[in-house]
């Protein structure tokens, strides 16, 4: 049971750095409605910003792989 939780980490983490093109740990507006074009090629700028909004939680304009994890394990197939 470890080991898969271990390794849904890991996948999480990974996907969370692909679409953090800047490396700064963090994704932007920018890096996040790429993700969700990957995810949904239809998505909406309006769609992004509610998404965004939502999933950063200390609204600090950014979602950090701790937003990203609750977000991802929960609700990204919403988008």
């Not at 996948?11 to 993700?35: P, T």
């Not at 979602?63 to 991802?72: A, P």
Request: proline share 1%; hydrophobic share 35%; net charge negative.
């Amino acid at each position: 049971m470890q080991e898969a939780w271990e390794k849904r980490q890991e996948d999480i983490s990974s996907n969370f750095a692909y679409f953090d093109s800047d490396g700064n740990g963090h994704l932007d507006f920018k890096e996040f409605q790429s993700l969700l074009k990957t995810l949904s090629p239809e998505v909406t700028t309006q769609q992004t910003a509610e998404g965004f909004s939502m999933i950063d939680t200390n609204c600090d304009g950014a979602i950090d792989l701790e937003e990203f994890t609750v977000w991802w394990k929960t609700t990204w197939w919403e988008y």
